[in-house]
C-alpha cells in the first residue's frame, strides 16, 4: 500500500510561482496514474492534472497552460509547477494514486490520497 505525502504550498501573491511535491512511500509509483486535485473551501474536489506510468499527461481547463505536472520515478515522487498564480487558484492540493493505471480525471477513481498541502493566493 503506498502512502503520499504533498508539501509545497504556501500562501503567495498573484502572479508567483510554486512546485508542488507528491512525495510516495511504501510502494513505488510507477505502476500508478498520480493525479492533483484541488478543494475549495464549501466545493467538491476538482482535477487539476494527472500523469500515466507511461508519462501521458492530461490538465483540467482551468490549468490555462500554467501549470505542468511531471514525475521522477528515482525519487519516487511527482510534481506540480504552478506559474502566474491567481486568488482563484487559492485551495487545498492533494495528490492521488490510480493503481489500476487509468486516465482517469474522477476522484473516485483514485485508491490513495495524501492529506493535502494549502495553497493561498493573495491579490
Known amino acids: 500500500q503506498v502512502q503520499l505525502e504533498e508539501s509545497g504550498g504556501a500562501l503567495v501573491q498573484s502572479g508567483d510561482s510554486l512546485r508542488l511535491s507528491c512525495a510516495a512511500s511504501?510502494?513505488?509509483?510507477?505502476?500508478?496514474?498520480v493525479g492533483w486535485f484541488r478543494q475549495a473551501p464549501g466545493k467538491g474536489r476538482e482535477f487539476v492534472a494527472r500523469i500515466t506510468w507511461r508519462g501521458n499527461r492530461h490538465y483540467a481547463d482551468i490549468d490555462q497552460g500554467r501549470f505542468t505536472i511531471s514525475r521522477d520515478d528515482a525519487a519516487n515522487t511527482v510534481y506540480l509547477q504552478m506559474n502566474n498564480l491567481k486568488p482563484e487558484d487559492t485551495a487545498v492540493y492533494y495528490c492521488?494514486?490510480?493503481?489500476?493505471?487509468?486516465?482517469?480525471?474522477?476522484?473516485?477513481?483514485?485508491?490513495?490520497w495524501g492529506q493535502g498541502t494549502q495553497v493561498t493566493v493573495s491579490s
Open positions: 492521488g494514486a490510480d493503481i489500476s493505471g487509468s486516465a482517469s480525471v474522477r476522484p473516485t477513481e483514485y485508491d490513495y
Open positions: 511504501g510502494d513505488t509509483l510507477y505502476s500508478y496514474t
